[in-house]
């Protein structure tokens, strides 16, 4: 897995090594490796970020701290490129009255991914330089210092990391790639790309839309806990905990303490956190713990109020996400190229009964009352983005026999229920209903799924002592975040994923 | 533990049901208990919230949904307190043309903590009513109706539980309290009272402000795991998952996570999520699992423009909480009486070495290179409160051998380390330092400190490959709302709080 230039790289070192025995060096203080930046000093120096380096400082000497991304040596001269975050800059480095020739040697030996502290002169370039995102200026060095020397030998090269998996240049050929657990053994380098500095901004871009959106219709943030006395939906695909002399589970969801919350008086309330799901599924889309997006809200009546401040809180996060992040988006675009994400607004719900007649007319038999498989909701995904031209939409009124114990059935047709799906790209990303808020029906609804009701019993007593109507749903994050931009797997949007076969790094 | 009217409450159950077989009533379509709200169609009413009732809308005729508090009803009238959220008004209903008695014999006997929804005109309050937050109007009842019944027997009162500790009246005259553990076992109950109401609401202000502040320092909210494979600080106090066919273990802190964020480019990063220490102390300020608000942060070449930013970041909360959620503390603060909050801008930074030396001129000896106890902590903040005026500060430049493997040292004195607590009215809320980002240093403090290198290898390796360097800390989000308000046990600021003995609801 080392990067094909490394013996190049560790002659490199050595030569870095003995050039501090070298003669007197006029440009001796012009270049070096810093000692550890251990706040020995205060400094005044600023410096720069590279993003924001362009033609309006034509002429200033400037400081910019970035990564070593690559570097070519030739005699007298050394161009290289500093990156930091998604922003690069070509640097230029010639022999001339100050920067002597073992200072350009220094410099075309320093490793890949080390990070730098770099003073030139800003000019204009030439000719744009495309292979940066500064395309219209470059930098004419003064001084390099050395901040933190990468190891020469890289597990994968960023720039081979952030190559797009289909060659898109008009000759066709690719680059050498780097496989994805390669890159996951690896992921403080992976996550270098501008890809992955721009995923992972834009997922914070939907954490942050989702609570301004709350905040502004009165929700109230929460925190539930993770640790559970009683595995609560029935004990399968819960991770056990050893809790002190006894044990513990891990939450597959908030669920239970959202709903208590609600019998609380707190309204409506939202939380962000961890969510465990012990489930052996090796797949695109499944993760042991994930991030979930969970909201809950008391209505007056009737639980579309709810559903149509769903759909219009992912109204708000497409707009928010198109207006501000747009930058990010066309980023990662570049390296993993997908279909524009169309929307309407209001988003579309549809019945339930309705989606199985559409996949019926294109030819997919299946029961009324049967769950939609994961390729049905795939195909009714296409039906329905060809005929409403939403990547969006809501499900609503699924069969009460798929659905959990604690949803409403539909008072108007038993075999049905206050339930709601919604998609992207033909893939769940919510899963909601109206909750029965009625100890006596909870109890009824219990039995019929033959849950241990001693299991459950703190949360049946929650709606004892009145609680008033509600619904609400769970939204996985990473999932949203890898259907929006199209990026095909999970593991992709999760900075750390936990799968069946990974817990590190 | 069940509430002295219960009997009196029972009885009215009866009566209640007696009531359908009672020969025809003129206002039975005015009051009664509705179906469940099962959302069998739409209602375009408008439920007013409570708090937005007052002089403004007098003789208007308006429907609220809210909790029966507390209710006389004596021969024709009934007076019953409706409570939604902090918010509480006064009705009267009165047998007249249109109320008959058995609807206020209804009425009077409805089980308290029910949900109802009531239609009256708004009236001037003829004296202002005290014990209501609605202090100039009152309804004048048409109809009541049950939208959610509680039982009759309640494990605690909400009159009760929202009682100050201690009597504040002028006779000096309290009435019965709910101790800690009731209310933790019917948190539900609990969560209601007006305190609590506004103590949720002042932590999800905590930590709004938290993000809003960081995000306008340009830094990027990420998401890490709680599952990891190792424990990874020496092993103590972790608890442990059955992972498939293997094991794992719950993060301590999201710490590791954060600085390989730091490795990794991300520049500033900050998360909030449960953290989980499996520790058996049972005292006021101890959770087995919190709500972490943790940070990260690379400098250019001092730790302290991190010890700066989060000083402000301080600031920024103390300042936001006190404009924005004056009403809420003074709720809570009728609860739970507390000094004021007193701050200095920017924030006091002191040295440890000057902590210890004020310890000594007030009487207390200690070491120099021993850490604080909790006792002395407390002692310096009073000294330091007196001297400065201000309930937090910066406790800079702590020995080295009191804190982890990862503390960068001082470069000016080996005896101390870049490292610092932050403290909340004499008690600790966040604990930080400039952390070791050099692979080789790092390597000789994890032998210096005897940690098993094999279970750290991905954290070190981290730094292998270039890394800025960088500081930060971790905040303890109860502790920070406990200590700020003065409410002396971090089990009010958890809404369903875990420690050794309690891991439920």
Redesign the interface.
Known sequence: MASGDSKAADKGLQENQQNTTNEEDFAKDSYGNLP????????D?Q?LPVRDVNEALAKQTIWV?G?LHTSRGKGKQCFFVIR??SATIQAVLCVNENVSKPMVKFVANISK???IDVEGEVSLAPTPIESCTQKNVELQVKKVFV?????PR?PLLVEDAMRPDEPTTADGQAGPHVNQDTRLDN??????TPA??AI??V??GV??LF?DTL?AKGF??????????AASEGGANV??????KSN?Y?AQSPQF?KQ??I?????KVYT???V?R?E?SNTHRHL??F?GLDLEMAF?????EVVDTIGDLFTQIFKGLAERFATEIAIINKQYPCEPFEFVEPALRLEYKDGVALLADAGVQMGSEDDLTTENERILGGIVKKKYHTDFYILDKYPLAVRPFYT??D??NPKYS?SYDMFIRGEEILSGA?RV??PQ?LLERVKHHKINIDQIK??I??F??????HAGGGIG?ERVLMLYLGLGNVRKT???P?D?KR???
């Open positions: 550890l930046i251990q706040s020995k000093e205060k400094n120096r410096l701290r990564r930091h975050q991914e080390s990070i901040v933190s020397a990468a190891e890289l992921r403080v380098i992976d996550l270098r992955n500095q992972y901004r997922e914070a954490c942050k609570r905040d109230v943030e929460i925190h539930t806990p993770k640790i559970i006395s991770f056990q905990v050893t809790y002190f513990a891990l303490y208590m919350a019998a609380a008086d707190f309204g962000i956190g961890a465990f012990a052996d042991t713990e991030v007056s009546y009737h639980y579309h409403m059935p008072p108007n206050n109206q808020h009625d029906l703190a949360y007593d929650a004892r002592y009145g609680c008033p109507p994050l999760s900075m750390f936990r069946p817990v590190t790094p």
